[in-house]
C-alpha cells in the first residue's frame, strides 16, 4: 500500500472517528433533551393530579360544610321545637294553676311564694317536691314537715301554719 493510501486511510478514520464522535455529543445531547422534557412532563401529571385531588377534596370539604350545615340547622329547629314544648307547657301550667286557684292565688304560686293558709297541695305546687318530709299523726291530726332547699314548711291536717326559715 502507498504512503498516500494509508494516509487516507488514516484521514478517513479519523474523519469516521469524529463524524462518531460527534454523533454521540449530538445523541447525547439529545438524549439529555428527551430526559428533561420527560422529567417536565412528569412534573406536569403530578401537579395535575394534585390540583385534582385538591379539588375533589375541596368537593369534599363542601359536600361536608353542607352535611354539617344541615346539621346543625336540625339540631337548632329540634332545640327551638323543645323550647316551643316547653313554653307551651308553661303556659299551660299557668293555665291550669290560675284556673285551680284563681287569679290572685295562681300568681303567687307561679311565683313560688308561699304563705300560712295555703293547702299542702298549693305548697307542692309552689315549690315543687321537697328534699324530704316527716309526718306525725295523731288521733286527729295530721303533721307534716316538708324540708326544702333553705326552708322548713309545716303543716295541719293539709293546710300551711308554720314557715321557717334556716
Do not use: C
Not at 31 to 50: F, G, H, M, P, Y
Not at 120 to 142: C, V
Request: charged residues 30%; hydrophobic residues 30%; glycine residues 4%.
Amino acid at each position: 500500500m502507498s504512503q498516500s493510501t494509508e494516509y487516507q486511510t488514516e484521514q478517513y478514520n479519523l474523519v469516521s472517528e469524529n463524524l462518531r464522535n460527534s454523533d454521540q455529543i449530538k445523541i447525547n445531547k439529545l438524549n439529555t433533551s428527551v430526559n428533561r422534557r420527560i422529567e417536565s412532563e412528569r412534573k406536569i401529571e403530578l401537579d395535575l393530579a394534585k390540583n385534582e385531588q385538591l379539588e375533589t377534596n375541596r368537593k369534599k370539604d363542601s359536600t361536608n360544610q353542607v352535611l354539617v350545615e344541615k346539621e346543625i340547622e336540625k339540631q337548632q329547629q329540634k332545640r327551638a321545637n323543645e323550647i316551643e314544648k316547653e313554653i307551651e307547657k308553661e303556659e299551660n301550667r299557668k293555665r291550669s294553676i290560675i284556673s285551680k286557684y284563681g287569679e290572685n292565688h295562681g300568681n303567687l304560686i307561679l311565683q313560688n311564694k308561699i304563705w300560712i293558709g295555703m293547702t299542702q297541695e298549693m305548697l307542692l305546687e309552689s315549690l315543687g317536691k321537697p328534699q324530704r318530709i316527716n309526718t306525725t299523726e295523731t288521733a286527729t291530726l295530721i303533721r307534716n314537715q316538708f324540708i326544702f332547699i333553705g326552708r322548713y314548711v309545716y303543716t295541719e291536717n293539709g293546710i300551711v301554719t308554720t314557715i321557717q326559715s334556716r
